[in-house]
Structures are given as structure tokens and as C-alpha cells.
């Protein structure tokens, strides 16, 4: 599963871990990517998306066809 939220379109951040005596590492900020399954009644059918925690609380407030119009019309697959 790639970490990247289909609605909000999150990726994970890339940065250096400082240390205390600030040594310099690599790493990544994984956002709370999970897959959710809705049922779309404009479609009939169930979706399933791949979002991240805020993509959820966005299509809890818009609701899942106007969502899924955005995606139809960016020409992304869900």
C-alpha cells in the first residue's frame, strides 16, 4: 500500500533526526495512512479508498459522492 491519502493527497515528510550531540540521521514522517470501505449510493456499489486520518474527517463532512466526484474529475482511479 503506498503512503500517500487520495483525498488530501499526504505523503510522508523526509528529515534528519538530530541527536544530542547532533549527529544527523535520515527519516520519515509516515502519515496515518488506512483504508476505509464505503458505500456509495450514487454509484450503488462499495468503494474502498486509501486515506489518511483527516481524509477520513473530510469525507465525513462533505460525504462520499461529492468526494468522489473530486476524484472522478482530478482522473484518479478508486
Not at 454509484?43 to 486520518?53: F, K, N
Amino acid at each position: 500500500m503506498s503512503a500517500h491519502c487520495q483525498v488530501t493527497g499526504r505523503r510522508p515528510g523526509f528529515g534528519k533526526t538530530v541527536s544530542h550531540s547532533h549527529k544527523r540521521s535520515s527519516r520519515r514522517w509516515e502519515p496515518n495512512i488506512q483504508k476505509k470501505t464505503y458505500y456509495a449510493p450514487g454509484e450503488g456499489r462499495r468503494v474502498t479508498l486509501t486515506l489518511s486520518a483527516k481524509g477520513i474527517k473530510t469525507v465525513d463532512r462533505d460525504g462520499i459522492d461529492a468526494v468522489l466526484a473530486r476524484l472522478r474529475a482530478r482522473g484518479e482511479k478508486y
